[in-house]
């Protein structure tokens, strides 16, 4: 995942938050895919891929996240399994 500040997302016209270079595993299960823009991590503004690995350390095997994220303009949401 590639952080993407607020100065260049409003330049792209994109929302910031955190693009999805390439999706496996769970990620992939959940539903993303490479280009998503994940916006938000259980309700909170994605602004750094420290989230995603606190979110994945601090839970077990089965937990879920809740993202919130954009694909081609979209708003879409995903539950992502930690495996």
Do not use: H
């Amino acid at each position: 995942m590639q952080e993407i500040p607020p100065a260049a997302a409003k330049s792209a016209g994109t929302p910031p938050g955190l693009f999805v270079l390439a999706a496996d595993g769970p990620a992939v299960k959940a539903g993303l895919r490479a280009g998503d823009i994940i916006t938000a991590i259980d309700g909170a503004p994605a602004v750094s891929s420290e989230q995603i690995v606190v979110a994945t350390l601090t839970r077990r095997p089965g937990d879920t996240v809740k993202l919130e994220y954009q694909r081609a303009g979209t708003a879409a949401t995903a539950t992502l399994t930690l495996a």
